[in-house]
Structures are given as C-alpha cells and as structure tokens.
C-alpha cells in the first residue's frame, strides 16, 4: 500500500498499443492500493529522429538548443500515457521537468539532478491521480531545458523514488531482468533474483546496457528498492538492493564484455614527472574517457604505455597521440580498435583471494591472451581480441559455475 | 533599426532547407541593424501528427494532456531555428512559453494570452541574439501548458509585439500578401498594399484564412503595424494598419466567402418570450456557434426562424432542433449543409449608402437567390447556395472595381 515509482523505458511506450498495455499496467498497481509516480522515455526510435533533425541544420550543434529538441519525445509520452489512463477510467496529470521542478545543473546533454520539488507530485497522489513524469529531461537554476545523457529516465525515475521516500522504484525495460551474462552472447545466462547495488554497479560501468550507471548511484545511495522488469511478461524481475550475506557466498555473479573499446600503446614514454599529465590532458581536453591504463616499465628510463578508449573516440584519440610523439620524444604510437573487455563481477571476491588468477586460467586455457588487466575490489577485467569476446565469456560463466542447471542438456 | 517580431507559419518552416533559408532571412534583418524577436510554428503536419497520436490513445482526450503533445511541435522548430542561426553564423536563443512567461487564462486548447515577461527577452536582445520564441503555447497562472488555438502562432507574435512595443510585426506565410479575394476562386483577385485593423477583422472573421482573428484584435488594440508577407518571396507584402482617408475612398476592399457554412430552418417558432433564449441555448451548451439569425414574423403568433452553423456542427445542432419540436409545438426542422457565406467588407461603406443594395442587384442579375442577409457598419454577408459561391465571389469583385487592371484581357 506505499508510494511506487515506475519507469517505462522506449520500447514499452513504443506505439499507442503499447501505451495502452503500459495504462493497464498502471492501473492494476493502482487497484492494488498503491499510490503511482510513472516515469516514461521517448517513444522509441524518437529521440535518433529528432537528434537526425538537429544534424540536418546544424552538424556541430550548441547543446542547450538540441536538449530543448529532444526533450520533446518525452513530452509527448507523458501527454500520451496520462491520455491512455483516462481513457481506461483512471485519472492521471503529467508532469514537466519544470512543473515539478527537477533542477540539475547546466551540463547540457549530461546534466546531473539537484533537487526535485515533491509537492505538485503529493497533491496529484492526494486527489488519487497517477503523476506521469517526463523522463529524462530537467531544468537549470535559470529555467533553461537539460537533459541528463542517455538512459537518463532510468535516473529521473530513482530520483523521485528517493524525493519521495517511495517504498520501490521499478524500471520496465524489454528484458525481463539482470542476467549473469548477455543472453544473446551466452546462452546459459541466468536471471538473478537479485544483485546489490555495487555490482549492478559495476556491470553499468562496464558495458551492462541494462541501467544507466547514475541511476544505481543514486539508488544505492538513498538506498532505493530497485526492480529491473519486463513490460512485456509478469515475470517478477531481478531486485538491485543492499548487500547481504548470502550474496557474499557467491563468487562471482555475472560477466560482462564491451566490444566497443579500443586499444593503444604509446612506445618509449620517457620516465619522468608531468608526462603522464600532459599524455592524459590531452585526451581530457578533447573529452575523451580513458579506461584501462598500463605502463610496463623498460630498462632505459622509457616505458610502454597502454590505455583504452571507446572505438567512437579513437581517430581524436589517435590525432593527439601523434602530436605528442615530436614534444615527448616517443618511438611510436600503436592502436588496434578490434580489442573487447571482459569482465567478471562479484562481491564475493572481497572474501576469496584467487578469483582473478582462475580467470586468467581459464582465458588461457581457450587459448586467450590477454592485452591488459585492471582489477577493483568486486572486479576483474581483462582486454582481449575482439574475437575472443564470446567464447571468454562463455568459458567463464562455465568455469564460475553461474550455468542454467539446464544449459549443459542444451549443448 | 528598431525591434521586428517575425512570425513564420508551419509551410516557412516544412523542412530543415526551409528552416535554413528562414535562418538567412533572420539574419539579413540583423544585418540591417534590427533586434529581432522570431515566433515559429510546428513544422507542417506535425500538428496534426501529433493529434493524431492523441485520437490514437483517447478518443475524448483531456485538453490539458493534449495541449501538453501538441506544444511540442513549436518546441522542435524552436530549436531547430535557433541552431540553423547559429550554423550560419549568428546567435540565438530559444525560449519557450514557460522561459518569457506567456501567461494565459486556463482554456486549454484555446487560452488567450493575459501577459508577457518581456526581461528575458530584452536580455537575449541585448546580448545581440535572435530570440526564438515557441508560438501557440502559453503557461497557466499554475504553471499548466496551454495552447492557443489554431493560427495561434499568429497571437503569440503580436502580442510580443505589443508587450516589447515593435516597431513591427511580419508575418511570413505562403502567400505574399492580404487579396481582394481568394485567387484560387477570383483569377482577377489583387494583392493589397494596405488593409485597415477593422476590415482585417472582418475579413477574418468571414472566413479568410490569412491571420488568426485573436492576433489582428491585439494588433488593432495596441495598434501594432502588421505586415503580411510570403517567406518564400521578397514581395513587400500587405500591410494591415490604422485607417487613413484613403482607404475611406474605397468602397468595398475584399470580397470573401466561407463554404463550411449550414442553413437551419425553424418553422412555427411560438412568438413568446423565452423561445428563442431555448433554441439557442441548447445549442450554447453544446458550444456550438450561430451565425446569421432571420426571423420571419407570421401572421398567427408563430414564425419561422433560420440561423447558419459551421458544417462539423450541422448533425449535433439538428439533434438538439429535433429534441425541442415537441417541447416548443415547432412545426418542423428544416436543414441545408449546401450553402455559403458571401461577404463584402469595406470601410468606405461607413459613409456611403446604398452599398448593400448594389450587392443583391449584382447577385439578383446573376441569377443567385439570397437566403439569408446580416450586415454590420464595414460589410455585408449573404447566404447562398453552395454552388453559386464562385459565381458570386466573382461577379461582385468585378462590379465593386476590385479586378486587376490587366485581369479583363485575361478572360
């Protein structure tokens, strides 16, 4: 009988059909005494449309007039779902970011959420209306229209769970839950029951496309209930929630790849202060996120320097690169953009040394050499060939035993 | 050099090559040292689009969720202009109703604008930017979205005019200027340099199509120079203005006609107090407007009373006649969807008489039978029959004087 939060992501607000189903939807969970705060994306397909759009008049657009385009997808979905619920007997009023308030930060096209004001929310739930917020989108200290970067519903949506103290939030989506693996990559991937907040963490952080990563940091931080749900099945989904012990027994609970990475090596890099800083404000200048960073050390006061990248951001990455080799004095700069990360996640690994060391047993053993490692407390990821992406991750999810009990009779 | 208000309707801004040219047009006005405040419409299409959605989900939608889709087809094109200014070198910045603070009543779907925060604006002016302010939306003391009806990009325009006292307002269309007649039914139609406020009103209010009647009563009120222009041309347009002495030589100075018109005939109308208060409100509660209303008295207490409504109207308005026969004893209910209005409107009839009548005698040799006429101080309407409409138009046009002086050869 608590306040819940639902998310619909584009794929369940796709057409007016889907809407419809999303209204039932929302209204079983009212009959069930509930009171209803609903977050909805763009209708899918809408925010590439309008993006397409601001690229045909203008190819290097200023982000405060392409957020006020894309954020209409939303405002169409919110008209249209609190429609849907009328139409099906319910009461519902939606919400703009500025009509409740949600107030980021002027980081056009990423902007991150400050505060929300809850009351225009609570007095739509006291008249017994759903309040259908647009996801997504807010607005800045002066009233200028943000959006908060792909995924970002899936924030708007914990946000309000926590500004309203809700007792779940719930994120519908076209899978039916968190897998220990990519389904379509491993097909003896398991849905979990459940997954504490710093490994669905982790798995968002390392490719897992299930949850935008912001929206778990918020869930775990106000410690919000989060179910990840299909819209399309009543399967009851996979619960992200706080850590407990019988979660520590496990190893290892899922495995990740990301095939959009690329890989460089810098050759002699001269050994001595401020040469890493000028390597890495270069990339930080153009915006470029670096991943995984090795240096392997030589005998003549130069090292091999090693670094990931995403694949989009590899020809600016290359450019600077190769500016730098004449100021710094390097041999050469290499890149491959057919490397994958793959990496295994648990909070078990806190408990049980050895973990990373199976790993690298089992990826030799398949005959997978691997480029570079970076590990944390609850991970270990390894950079392979792009070719091997699948098989790694199939022989892991074998080797931590993580297989359908059924997969093997499959094979 | 002083402040212009651009408005440019859905057909200016179709596409993203329209909306650059729109964006070279904004500009040229800059480089001829104006400040410049542009209102834009949805994209054509998008509006109805968008309708369309809502039927998709509801089929007796809430205006307010409806206002709150179809405002979003003005908050793409804002943007989109904005970002083709700046790709072709200039500065903008779009606003939408709730950033300049168009505050309306709460008719949603037809709210009338109560004021304007011109601060925004000054500022955006001031930092030498086009300001690109959404039409046809408007926010509600509460914050809700409100829309203005169609053609309501038109009222948004002057009134920013008005609020930001402009030196002018343009207003880019399809077609380049205000005609004598439609030209599509009068080949010797003429564009007009001037029209007055009154006969602008009239003429919008008769059915041409060139200006929301809302947005030429704001200009006329606050005496907003108003010039209709095409954006596809660099025609001067027509400008609607204060009423000169000149303009008072001309007796009649367009010819309209309007054929979503239907006819209703009361007949036996008991002569008592009360009666005609019945008939029209029933069709009040239904929001249904009447237009031209006869009585014809009788000899036995009773008459027959006719009156026009828009066609869409005509099956509610008969079902509502049929329900009072009883009631009232009418004699019975007589309907015609197949008529037209043909109107003369003209500030010079103010001071010369015998206008009206020169109208029935030009439609009396012509053969055309009038069924119903309503005059007021600047024209004169008469219902027709529907097939007689461009006949009407027109002859009338010829023996007012208002042919191009090259049309005779044409024929």
Redesign the interface.
């Known amino acids: 009988m608590g306040l819940w939060v639902q998310k619909y992501g584009g794929t369940s607000v796709a057409d ?1 059909e889907r ?2 189903a999303v ?1 039932r939807r929302c209204l079983r969970a009212r009959a069930e005494g509930h009171d209803l705060v609903v977050v909805v994306s763009a209708m899918s397909g809408e925010t590439n449309r ?1 993006l397409k ?2 690229q ?7 982000e ?6 894309v ?2 997808g939303e ?2 979905t ?7 619920i ?2 099906a007997g319910g009461q ?3 919400f ?1 970011a ?2 409740c308030r949600i107030v980021t930060d002027s980081t056009f096209s990423k902007a991150r959420i400050k505060r929300i004001d809850e009351e225009p929310l609570r007095a739509a739930l006291a008249r017994g209306e759903v309040a259908v917020v647009a996801g997504f989108q807010g607005i800045d200290e002066e ?3 943000t959006t908060l970067g792909r995924g970002g519903s899936d924030t708007t949506a914990v946000a309000l769970a926590a500004a309203l103290r809700a007792e779940r939030c719930e994120i519908y989506t076209d899978v039916d839950g968190v897998y220990t693996a990519d389904p379509n990559v491993c097909p003896a991937a398991r849905k979990l029951d459940r997954i504490s907040y710093e490994e669905m963490l982790e798995e968002a952080s390392l490719g897992a496309k299930v949850l935008q990563i912001r929206s778990v940091e918020f869930a775990m931080k106000y410690r919000v209930p989060l179910w990840v749900k299909s819209s399309f099945t009543d399967d009851p989904g996979t619960l992200v929630c706080e850590e407990d012990a019988a979660m520590e027994d496990v190893l290892v609970s899922g495995i990740t790849h990301d095939r959009n990475e690329a890989r460089l090596v810098l050759r002699g890099v001269p050994d001595r202060p401020g040469v890493a800083a000028r390597i890495f404000g270069a990339l930080d200048e153009r915006h470029i996120v670096v991943d995984i960073i090795v240096q392997t050390a030589q005998q003549d006061g130069r090292a091999d320097l090693s670094f990931t990248v995403g694949r989009a951001d590899l020809a600016a990455t290359r450019e600077a690169m190769d500016r730098l080799v004449p100021e710094l004095g390097l041999r050469g700069v290499e890149s491959d953009d057919q490397v994958a990360k793959v990496s295994i996640v648990g909070v078990g690994m806190r408990n049980h040394s050895g973990v990373a060391a199976r790993m690298f047993d089992v990826l030799g053993k398949e005959g997978v050499n691997i480029q570079s490692i970076s590990t944390s407390e609850i991970k270990v990821s390894c950079v392979v060939a792009a070719k091997y992406a699948e098989l790694a991750v199939r022989a892991l999810h074998t080797a931590f035993g993580l297989d359908r009990a059924d997969a093997a009779a499959e094979r």
């Open positions: 007016p809407i419809r209204a309008l759009l601001v045909s008049v203008n190819q290097r657009p200023s405060r007039e392409q957020d006020v385009v954020a209409t405002q169409v919110i008209g249209l779902l609190s429609l849907a009328q139409a519902a009023t939606s703009l500025h009509q009233g200028n229209v």
